[in-house]
């Protein structure tokens, strides 16, 4: 029996979360990719592309996309590699940052989306750490 542990909008993207599943050796799904290519709104509605493993693999799963969310795959690959990295947080000392958009930008961006159809992306006034809930108004730096 197969059960979802992570959904996407993507059916590419979906498939490179499966992809990083395969790589630590689980068996993922990739299912109803094929309903966003015939029609995206009802693809939303039925619960988007999702990835499923069998349920004997469920709990190492999310354990794989948990660390995959929280960065350590980027971490040690930019320490494997040498990268310079992105700014990590000062409290927690993780890189797992969420931009902060104005609210200003945002009802603009829904007028325009209402009106005409189209938007822009609101800019960002900062970030967040997803771990520890640190805030930085700044520009994050290396």
Same mark, same amino acid.
């Given at each position: 029996?197969?059960?979802?542990?992570?959904?996407?909008?993507?059916?590419?993207?979906?498939?490179?979360?499966?992809?990083?599943?395969?790589?630590?050796?689980?068996? &993922?799904?990739?299912?109803?990719?094929?309903?966003?290519?015939?029609?995206?709104?009802?693809?939303?509605?039925?619960?988007?592309?999702?990835?499923?493993? &069998?349920? @004997?693999?469920?709990?190492? @799963?999310?354990?794989?996309?948990?660390?995959?969310?929280?960065?350590?795959?980027?971490?040690?690959?930019?320490?494997?590699?040498?990268? &310079?990295?992105? @700014?990590?947080?000062?409290q927690c000392g993780r890189c797992n940052w969420l931009p902060?958009?104005?609210?200003?930008?945002?009802?603009?961006?829904?007028?325009?989306?209402?009106?005409?159809?189209?938007?822009?992306?609101?800019?960002?006034?900062?970030?967040?750490?997803?771990?520890?809930?640190?805030?930085?108004?700044?520009?994050?730096?290396n």
């Amino acid at each position: 029996m197969l059960t979802t542990v992570h959904r996407e909008v993507s059916p590419w993207d979906a498939h490179i979360v499966a992809g990083r599943l395969h790589v630590e050796g689980l068996h &993922p799904c990739v299912q109803f990719e094929h309903h966003i290519r015939m029609a995206w709104r009802y693809s939303m509605m039925l619960g988007m592309v999702q990835i499923q493993v &069998p349920l @004997a693999e469920a709990a190492r @799963a999310r354990e794989v996309l948990d660390d995959w969310r929280n960065g350590l795959y980027q971490e040690a690959l930019e320490d494997e590699l040498g990268l &310079p990295g992105t @700014a990590r947080c000062p409290q927690c000392g993780r890189c797992n940052w969420l931009p902060l958009r104005g609210t200003s930008s945002r009802w603009l961006a829904c007028v325009m989306m209402l009106l005409w159809g189209a938007g822009f992306p609101p800019k960002i006034i900062g970030y967040r750490c997803r771990n520890c809930g640190h805030a930085e108004r700044a520009e994050l730096q290396n």
